[in-house]
């Protein structure tokens, strides 16, 4: 069986060959298993309050009379 082809790290500086599947070398494997940044606008749209917020958005969206999307739609659907 043929060994799998060895890839640069993926970190810019480092040009060590590896075979991790994550893609970085032994020296840098604790960044491949960090998890992602969570910043203050993650922490707000992940909580109830945006839901309900972003809910009437999407009512009010809707029933907007100038709403140009839904006015299209509607004017092509009973064109003759």
């Known amino acids: 069986m043929v060994a799998k ?5 993926r970190v810019c500086s480092c040009h060590e060959l590896t075979n991790n599947s994550n893609g970085y070398c032994d020296k840098h494997i604790a960044i491949g298993k960090r998890v992602r940044n969570i910043d203050k606008y993650d ?22 009379p100038g709403n140009n999307l ?3 739609k509607s004017k092509r659907m009973y064109r003759s």
Do not use: P
């Open 5 to 9: 082809a060895l890839k640069e790290c």
């Open 43 to 64: 922490k707000f749209y992940n909580t109830k309050v945006w839901g309900i917020v972003h809910h009437i958005i999407e009512i009010k969206s809707k029933t907007t």
């Open 70 to 72: 839904n006015n299209r």
